[in-house]
Every structure is written in C-alpha cells, then in structure tokens.
C-alpha cells in the first residue's frame, strides 16, 4: 500500500513557474510507474505527465499535449519523491493537480483508471 501526499500548488501568474512535489510512503518508490493528473472545476481528470518505474526504466517521460514544452516531470527515488516542473504557467492550467502511482505488467501512462494510488490533490491556480 502506497500512500501519496502532494504540496507546492498555490496561486501564480500567468507565465510564472511553480513546482509540485508528491512524497511517497509504504512502498519501494522505485518500482512505481508514476503520474500527474489534473483536474479543473466541472471537467473531467486529464493526464499531464507520466514517468516510468524500474520495470518500464528504458521508456521516456510521456506528456498531455497541453503541457509539452512547459511542464518536466521527474523523480528523485531516493527520498521517495515525484516533482512536475511547470513553466509557462496559464490560466487554463487551474486546476487540481494529483500524483498516481501504479505497478504492474502494463502501464496505460495517460488513463487515470490504470492508477492504483492517488494523492489527495494541490490546488494550482494561474491568474491572467
């Protein structure tokens, strides 16, 4: 059982940066496929960002197309942590952003119901 706990959302303008970060616990980080979804008031959850675990380690880094180019994902496995990057801030980036984990011998990067776990979400919010 893994459990995930994200921080650094907040309020930013537009073209301005923030960086989220998603501690993970009661697992071995590493072997978790990982994720950020993201979802604004009255629409559906959208995929941002996926990166591979060990199991997948060959595989690149995988990207909405709304995010490419702005946003970076990355991990660090050593303190358990998952990071998206996001630069180029717009308005239409508020939302609710949550880290997924998953584990297995298939990863679905950008469909939310191939994540097993979910953090409790950050709350990001672009001004114009």
């Known amino acids: 059982q893994v459990q995930l706990g994200e921080s650094g959302g907040g309020l930013a303008q537009t073209g301005g940066s923030l960086r989220l970060s998603c501690v993970a616990s009661?697992?071995?980080?590493?072997?978790?496929?990982m994720a950020w979804f993201r979802q604004a008031l009255g629409k559906e959850r959208e995929f941002v960002a996926g990166?591979?675990?060990?199991?997948?380690?060959?595989?690149?880094?995988y990207y909405g197309d709304s995010v490419k180019g702005r946003f970076t994902i990355s991990r660090d496995n050593a303190k358990n942590t998952l990071y998206l990057h996001m630069n180029s801030l717009k308005p239409e980036d508020t939302a609710v952003y949550y880290c997924?984990?998953?584990?297995?011998?298939?990863?679905?990067?950008?469909?939310?119901?191939?994540?097993?776990?979910w953090g409790q979400g950050t709350q990001v919010t672009v001004s114009s």
């Open positions: 997924a984990a998953t584990a297995g011998s298939t990863w679905n990067v950008d469909k939310s119901y191939a994540y097993k776990y």
């Open positions: 009661g697992g071995t980080f590493g072997n978790y496929d």
């Open positions: 990166i591979p675990g060990v199991t997948w380690s060959g595989a690149p880094s």
